[in-house]
């Protein structure tokens, strides 16, 4: 059962700006990750459920980061289903984000009062998202529409909350990019927990890492 509701989440997405993405195999390799995140200020997950066995790897870093990390806001990635969307909520997902927009999932959701945050990638997209209640409008692949994207949404729609994932990196001038055109936070995979990171185990530079773009991210919106 979710610990969080839709608007705690969607605040501390806009609070902290950043959602890292992440799905490994390895739990203990997880917990790793899920520690060096929160220690450089991270305070949400999104597991990329994509492997099999993946809801085991899942339930164990929830109950690592309820027991050991507090404030710390786990939600799952890569649903595709409704009934996947319940099975992870049912083992305490606090958000549920999907590659394209499912209204089956964002009843689902509601259901619970989780937040949901589909993949869009049209104004016509959004438009119906948001009159299923999402609060954050994931916008994928981010590296195909690009900031001049989310500029001309929030033209005529500045209530719009958007979250690219894919074509966000840790550099100051993406970053910069992406904010000043408007979105609400970004979604960050293998650009911020990269493969060197994870083959190295160099969760201390991860844990700079992290806390370096969120600093980014904070000047950046003020």
């Given at each position: 059962?979710?610990?969080?509701?839709?608007?705690?989440?969607?605040?501390?997405?806009?609070?902290?700006?950043?959602?890292?993405?992440?799905?490994?195999?390895?739990?203990?390799?997880?917990?790793?990750?899920?520690?060096?995140?929160?220690?450089?200020?991270?305070?949400?997950?999104?597991?990329?459920?994509?492997?099999?066995?993946?809801?085991?790897?899942?339930?164990?870093?929830?109950?690592?980061?309820?027991?050991?990390?507090?404030?710390?806001?786990?939600?799952?990635?890569?649903?595709?289903?409704?009934?996947?969307?319940?099975?992870?909520?049912?083992?305490?997902?606090?958000f549920i984000v999907t590659p394209s927009l499912r209204e089956d999932i964002a009843v689902t959701c509601n259901r619970r009062k989780v937040l949901y945050s589909p993949g869009?990638?049209?104004?016509?997209?959004?438009?119906?998202?948001?009159?299923?209640?999402?609060?954050?409008?994931?916008?994928?692949?981010?590296?195909?529409?690009?900031?001049?994207?989310?500029?001309?949404?929030?033209?005529?729609?500045?209530?719009?909350?958007?979250?690219?994932?894919?074509?966000?990196?840790?550099?100051?001038?993406?970053?910069?990019?992406?904010?000043?055109?408007?979105?609400?936070?970004?979604?960050?995979?293998?650009?911020?927990?990269?493969?060197?990171?994870?083959?190295?185990?160099?969760?201390?530079?991860?844990?700079?890492?992290?806390?370096?773009?969120?600093?980014?991210?904070?000047?950046?919106?003020?």
């Amino acid at each position: 059962m979710a610990r969080y509701s839709r608007i705690e989440v969607a605040r501390k997405m806009a609070e902290t700006g950043m959602v890292p993405l992440f799905y490994h195999p390895d739990v203990e390799l997880g917990k790793q990750v899920l520690k060096a995140c929160y220690d450089g200020g991270a305070r949400l997950m999104e597991f990329t459920a994509r492997g099999d066995f993946a809801h085991e790897v899942f339930t164990e870093l929830n109950k690592y980061a309820l027991k050991e990390l507090p404030g710390m806001i786990m939600g799952v990635g890569s649903i595709t289903d409704a009934a996947a969307a319940s099975f992870y909520m049912q083992l305490g997902a606090n958000f549920i984000v999907t590659p394209s927009l499912r209204e089956d999932i964002a009843v689902t959701c509601n259901r619970r009062k989780v937040l949901y945050s589909p993949g869009c990638g049209s104004l016509t997209e959004i438009n119906r998202a948001e009159e299923l209640g999402v609060e954050v409008i994931k916008l994928f692949p981010g590296s195909t529409y690009g900031p001049g994207f989310v500029k001309a949404i929030k033209g005529p729609q500045p209530w719009t909350s958007i979250m690219p994932t894919g074509g966000v990196d840790t550099s100051e001038a993406n970053l910069k990019a992406w904010f000043s055109a408007g979105v609400t936070c970004v979604g960050m995979g293998s650009q911020l927990i990269s493969k060197e990171i994870l083959e190295k185990k160099d969760f201390s530079k991860l844990t700079r890492t992290v806390r370096e773009v969120l600093e980014l991210i904070q000047n950046l919106l003020k």
